[in-house]
């Protein structure tokens, strides 16, 4: 299983950004898919997920303007991104669980100005 992430960059404050995570080498139903962030000095945390079934989990920080949704045809998830703040700045990872193995994307850079 790999996965490639695309869509990351620099925005300034307020604005929007849509991430999308590929996964090839899949031939059964992906079991859960789902988005990190790390920012330096921190912690890896989760940003959202969403399950086979189409049940998301957002925490606090990002809810009402973090969406993620996933296509189950072309085993892509997405992360639409609006009213982005500074404190959003991370390396954003894309996250996978399947066939009862993790799998994680390269990570991409989201740099939100003030």
């Known amino acids: 299983v790999q996965l490639v992430e695309s869509g990351g960059g620099l925005v300034q404050a307020g604005g929007s950004l849509r991430l999308s995570c590929a996964a090839s080498g899949i031939i059964f139903s992906i079991d859960l898919m789902g988005w990190y962030r790390q920012a330096p000095g921190n912690q890896r945390e989760l940003v959202a997920s969403?399950?086979?079934?189409?049940?998301?989990n957002y925490p606090d920080s990002v809810k009402g303007r973090f969406t993620i949704s996933r296509d189950n045809v072309k085993n892509t998830v997405y992360l639409q991104m609006n009213t982005l703040k500074p404190e959003d700045t991370a390396v954003y990872y894309c996250?996978?669980?399947?066939?009862?193995?993790?799998?994680w994307g390269q990570g991409t850079q989201v740099t939100v100005s003030s």
């Open positions: 969403v399950t086979s079934g189409g049940r998301t």
């Open positions: 996250n996978v669980f399947y066939r009862d193995r993790e799998y």
